[in-house]
């Protein structure tokens, strides 16, 4: 608030810097020697209420300091509304006076006086131009002689005059070096200014091209989504035809089979629901990532969903010859709520994954409930062990430990991002604790009272 009453004070009708700068100096003058002779004037007032001081004393005094706050104010108001030049020559010309006429001529040529005559020499190369000050000096050198020569009847004092002419030396040599070093500042700024200018123009264009490609990658992302889902609805409807056809054929409702056509039926059979699995994931994906997969809560008891998810593996158990244990722990409640369609597709993608990579041994599967407002599933493998590295991104899409086009295990690298993606959307969580060559142990954890929507059921949607 202050700086800114200053600024409006100091205010002055130019856009020359330079000449900015001598009119704001010279109006800071102005103002201090205003305010002080004011202060005086008011203090000579009260003294001649109080009557210390004579009659004559007071009124030749009032009369001298009133002048000088006349001429003072005047010349402020000259110096800001009109030119600056003949307010800093007023200034500079009422210094002089005040000095020629402080003290007895004696004084003034040869005494305590004399060191006064600098102080305007010194301003007139700020207030005005550096050369000023030697015009300054010729006056002041003027009036010297002149009292010295004609009412002290002395030879002038040429060293007073040298003397004089020294110091405007000294401050024509600073006020140059502060104009150029201010000009160098002026155009470093101008410089500086064009610089940000230009970073900045590139900047916003660099940040407009940035908009418009993440504008694009959203785009692509979402036509991605819509494509899989097409694609995958597309697919999944001859691929559930394949599979019917095949099934009645199986139970020979169009006649009796040989041996070679079971087998062969039994392996088309077998790549139909790989392929449609593999369908049903893709589909899954898109949905979540359009938000538009929905889960419907509802109870259900742990063991119907063990003995579904034991059925489902149990050919792919007994094709590889391992194992597959579970263990439930008192304490799970024997109905939960949630989505058991969703929550068998988590089991089954947890134990399909560690079947997959286990040669020896198998699957522990264990339920507990690790504090009182979640259940857990724990799925333990006897397999390879996964790296850390490889660990981090192993719940993105379609990610995968080996991802080679002559890998072993085939897939799109979607059932642990599909995990993940569920247990989130069930408010969950699902984590992993490896070793390479000590097996592999993967945790969900779900809320026991699942969270509730209006309509009883959570869509899916920004889950990555």
């Known amino acids: 608030m202050k700086s800114r009453i200053m600024e409006r004070w100091l205010e002055v009708p130019t856009t020359d810097p330079e000449e900015t700068r001598r009119r704001k100096l010279l109006g800071i003058l102005l103002t201090g020697v205003t305010t002080l002779t004011f202060v005086i004037l008011f203090g000579l007032v ?91 000096a010729g006056v002041c ?45 002026r155009a470093f700024n101008l410089e500086l200014e064009d610089r940000v200018h230009l970073r900045t123009n590139e900047l916003q264009q660099a940040n407009g091209q940035l908009t418009l490609a993440y504008e694009k990658l959203q785009e692509l992302d979402r036509l991605k989504s819509r494509f899989l889902s097409i694609v995958s609805h597309e697919l999944r409807t001859p691929l559930s035809a394949i599979l019917g056809f095949g099934e009645m054929l199986q139970a020979e409702v169009y006649g009796p089979l040989s041996q070679k056509q079971r087998g062969a039926l039994e ?12 369908v049903n994931d893709l589909l899954d994906q898109a949905r979540m990532e359009a938000g538009q997969l929905s889960l419907k809560i509802e109870p259900f008891t742990l063991q119907d969903l063990i003995d579904d998810m034991e059925s489902t593996m149990r050919v792919l158990i007994e094709s590889k010859k391992l ?86 295990h085939t897939g799109f690298g979607l059932g642990l991002s599909i995990v993940k993606q569920l247990a989130t959307l069930m408010g969950g969580s699902v984590s992993l604790i490896s070793e390479v060559g000590a097996g592999s142990t993967f945790t ?21």
């Open 46 to 136: 009260i003294t001649h209420f109080l009557d210390l001081i004579p009659q004559d004393t007071y009124s030749r005094l009032g009369l001298a300091v009133f002048a000088l706050f006349t001429g003072f104010l005047i010349t402020f108001l000259i110096n800001r509304y009109s030119a600056g030049w003949l307010a800093a020559v007023i200034f500079l010309s009422l210094l002089v006076t005040i000095f020629a006429f402080a003290d007895e001529p004696r004084q003034v040529v040869e005494g305590r006086t004399l060191f006064l005559f600098t102080i305007p020499i010194l301003m007139s190369s700020v207030i005005l131009r550096p050369w000023a000050s030697f015009i300054t």
């Open 141 to 185: 050198g003027m009036i010297i002689a002149y009292i010295d020569a004609v009412i002290l009847h002395n030879v002038p004092g040429i060293p007073t005059i040298l003397g004089f002419f020294t110091v405007a030396f000294v401050s024509w040599l600073s006020a140059r070096s502060l104009e150029t070093a201010l000009v160098e500042v």
């Open 267 to 278: 392996r088309i059979l077998a790549n139909d629901e790989r392929m449609l699995n593999l």
């Open 323 to 408: 194992y597959l244990k579970v263990h439930i722990s008192p304490v799970v409640p024997i109905t939960l709520q949630g989505d058991r369609k969703r929550l068998h597709q988590i089991l089954v993608n947890l134990i399909n994954n560690a079947l997959k990579f286990t040669q020896k041994g198998g699957v522990n599967v264990h339920f507990y409930c690790p504090d009182e407002d979640h259940w857990a599933v724990d799925v333990v493998d006897t397999g390879p062990g996964i790296s850390q590295e490889i660990q981090s991104s192993l719940f993105e899409p379609f990610r995968q430990g080996d991802s080679s086009t002559t890998r072993e």
């Open 444 to 464: 969900v954890k779900i809320p026991i009272v699942p969270p509730q929507t209006n309509t009883n059921q959570r869509k899916a949607g920004g889950i990555a």
